[in-house]
C-alpha cells in the first residue's frame, strides 16, 4: 500500500515538474518574441477580453461591496461603529476583493474562451500548421492574449475598486442610515497609498496565470470536441486555485513587507 502511495505521489510529482517546465517555456517564448507582437492585435483582443467583461465585472464587484457592507453591519452595529462600514468595505474591496473577484470572474470569460480557441485550433491542426511553417504560436497566439489579459485585468480592477466601494455605499447610504458624507470620509480615510498599486500587481499576476493555463491547456489537447470541453474545464479550474493560491501568497508577502 506505501510504495502504491509513493509511486502515486511521484507520478504526480512528475507531471507537475513536467507541466511547469512548459509553462515556463511558452513564457519564455512569448518574452522573447514581445518586440515584434503587433499593437494591433493586442488592441482586438483587449476588446474581446476586457471591454466586453465590464458588465459582468461591474455588476459582480458592486454585489460583492454590498454584501460585505450588509453581512459586517450587525457587527458594527453591536459594537456601536455602524459608520465604520465605509471603512470596512474600502479595505475589504481595495486589497483583496477587487483583484480577487476580478480575476475569478476573469478565468470563466477570458480563460475559457482561450482554451476553447487554442484547443479547437489544435484539434483541427492548426497550430501544427503554424509551427512547420516556422512561425512561433507563442507569438501570434499566446503573447497578443496574454499582453490583452494583463492589461485589461488592471483595468477591470480599478474599474472593480470603484464599484465594490460603490456598492458598500449603497448600502450604508440607503439601508444602514450613515450619512452621505460621513460615509465617503470614513472610505476615504481608511484606504492607503500602496493598496491600489498592490491590487494592480495582483491583477497583473492573475491575468498572466488566467492566460498561460488557458493556452498550455489549449495547447495539449487530444480527443477531439471532447477533448477542448476537458481542456477547458481543467484551464478553468486551474486558474482558480492559482489564483486564490497566489493571492495568499501576495497578502503575507504584503503584511510582511508594507
Not at 51 to 74: D, H, Q, R
Not at 107 to 117: C, M
Request: glycine content about 12%.
Amino acid at each position: 500500500m506505501l510504495p502504491d502511495l509513493l509511486g502515486r505521489l511521484g507520478r504526480a510529482g512528475i507531471g507537475f515538474g513536467r507541466e511547469a517546465a512548459e509553462i515556463g517555456r511558452l513564457l519564455y517564448d512569448a518574452a522573447r518574441n514581445l518586440k515584434g507582437m503587433k499593437s494591433e492585435t493586442v488592441a482586438v483582443q483587449m476588446v474581446r477580453f476586457g471591454i466586453k467583461a465590464i458588465p459582468i465585472v461591474t455588476l459582480v464587484n458592486m454585489f460583492v461591496g454590498m454584501i460585505v457592507a450588509v453581512s459586517m453591519s450587525e457587527l458594527l452595529r453591536s459594537l456601536g461603529i455602524v459608520s465604520w462600514t465605509g471603512k470596512v468595505v474600502g479595505v475589504a474591496v481595495t486589497r483583496e476583493l477587487a483583484p480577487l473577484m476580478t480575476g475569478l470572474v476573469m478565468s470563466g470569460f477570458a480563460g475559457a474562451a482561450i482554451a476553447t480557441e487554442i484547443g479547437t485550433m489544435t484539434v483541427n491542426e492548426e497550430i501544427l500548421a503554424l509551427e512547420v511553417s516556422a512561425l512561433s504560436p507563442a507569438r501570434f497566439l499566446i503573447l497578443p492574449r496574454m499582453v490583452a489579459v494583463i492589461v485589461m485585468m488592471m483595468c477591470l480592477t480599478v474599474l472593480a475598486n470603484f464599484v465594490g466601494m460603490a456598492g458598500g455605499y449603497l448600502v450604508g447610504t440607503l439601508l444602514l442610515g450613515i450619512g452621505s458624507h460621513n460615509y465617503i470620509e470614513m472610505n476615504n480615510s481608511a484606504i492607503r497609498f500602496w493598496d491600489l498599486p498592490k491590487g494592480l500587481i495582483k491583477a497583473a499576476t492573475f491575468g498572466a496565470i488566467i492566460t498561460i493555463v488557458a493556452c498550455r491547456q489549449g495547447l495539449k489537447v487530444t480527443g477531439g470536441a471532447l477533448g477542448v470541453g476537458m481542456a477547458t474545464t481543467r484551464a478553468v479550474v486551474i486558474s482558480i486555485v492559482l489564483i486564490i493560491a497566489a493571492n495568499l501568497g501576495f497578502a503575507i508577502l504584503f503584511n510582511a513587507v508594507l
